[in-house]
Every structure is written in C-alpha cells, then in structure tokens.
Nanobody, 121 residues
Framework: QVQLVESGGGLVQAGGSLKLSCAASGSSFGLNAMGWYRQAPGKQRELVATITNVGSTNYADSVKERFTISRDNAKNTVYLQMDSLKPEDTAVYYC???????????????WGQGTLVTVSS
C-alpha cells in the first residue's frame, strides 16, 4: 500500500553533514507520524527522531542539537538533516512511516530499505 524510498546516505568525515530523505508513495493513504531509526552492527535498532503530522518533534538525547527532522506533506517526504556528525553516528538509517488508509482507521507501518551513513574519524 505504501512504499518508502530512502536516499542521502554516504561517507562523511567527523564534523560533516548529511541530509537523508524518505519519500512515501502509494494511493489512498494518510500519513501520521514519521521517524528515523538507526542500527549499527551488532546493536539493536534505535529511535533517532520522530515528527508528528503537525510538526512536533522528538529526538534521541544522543542527537539533540545536531539532527533536525522535518517533513514536507505535499511531497509525502520526511527528512533528517544531520550536522556535526560523529563516528558513533555510523549506522544504517531507516525511515518509518505510520499511516492509515483513507477507507478506515487501521494503523499501519511502513519501513524504508535503509541507507548507510558512515562517519570517519
């Protein structure tokens, strides 16, 4: 019903910046909260940031003041601006979208394919 395509990952030096994007496509759906998660090798996937329908945001303590999540509802896209990157930010980043079909109120979830962010020291 809803497919997510992520982009923007890559290799960057510590202190650098990257901007991730995640575009949702499909038909007859409404987006609810959107967020970014990350998973480093050997570690559990963790929440990075979330943003509600109206733009309220929350961040993991480890990325506060460095990452900014935003969304463009007209484009069905969520972004993650990452500044002052640290080696410990290295992970595969996944976007998650909570959505519902217009025909009912059932809550559904879609995950992106993941994009690798590597921060060198």
């Amino acid at each position: 019903q809803v497919q997510l395509v992520e982009s923007g990952g890559g290799l960057v030096q510590a202190g650098g910046s990257l901007k991730l994007s995640c575009a949702a496509s499909g038909s007859s759906f409404g987006l609810n909260a959107m967020g970014w998660y990350r998973q480093a090798p050997g570690k559990q996937r963790e929440l990075v940031a979330t943003i509600t329908n109206v733009g309220s945001t929350n961040y993991a303590d480890s990325v506060k003041e460095r990452f900014t999540i935003s969304r463009d509802n007209a484009k069905n896209t969520v972004y993650l601006q990452m500044d002052s990157l640290k080696p410990e930010d290295t992970a595969v980043y996944y976007c998650r979208v909570d959505y519902s079909r217009l025909s009912n109120t059932l809550a559904l979830v879609a995950w992106g394919q993941g994009t690798l962010v590597t921060v060198s020291s």
